[in-house]
């Protein structure tokens, strides 16, 4: 199940929703309720603010359209890693060595006196 953070974009997949192409920014998260407010609704609410359990949000009641760490340069250097190393009989050790690299490769660009600082 997805968790729910501040800057996710949702569609409204409700039967009376869909058709309005109704999309929910997530603004703010509480133990058990988001606050969202509305970007895009063909019926005219954008702007407005509202809330939704997190639960009906995990729901295929919704549609995770964006999230945040989809555009994150850490995560998708991490997910290519990965990636690289996918297949059948892949040993949780090959996902761990290629974290690793990312973690390295990250540190050593972004320390003290590395390339170009």
């Known amino acids: 199940m997805a968790t729910v953070v501040k800057g996710q974009l949702y569609r409204d997949l409700a039967p009376d ?12 998260v509480g133990d058990t309720h988001a606050q969202l407010v509305v970007e ?4 005219g609410q ?5 809330r939704a359990s997190i639960g009906r949000l ?11 760490v989809d555009t994150d340069p850490l995560y998708l250097a ?4 990965i990636s690289e190393v996918h297949r ?4 949780p050790a090959d996902y761990a060595r290629a974290a690793h690299r990312v973690a390295a490769q990250q540190e050593t660009t972004s320390s003290p006196g590395a390339a170009g600082t």
Do not use: C, N
């Open 17 to 28: 929703m869909k058709p309005r192409d109704r999309r929910l920014r997530v603004i703010g």
């Open 40 to 43: 895009h609704d063909l019926g």
């Open 46 to 50: 954008a702007g407005k603010k509202t």
């Open 58 to 68: 995990r729901s295929a009641a919704f549609e995770l359209l964006e999230d945040p």
């Open 78 to 81: 991490l997910l290519a890693a």
């Open 88 to 91: 059948p009989s892949a040993v």
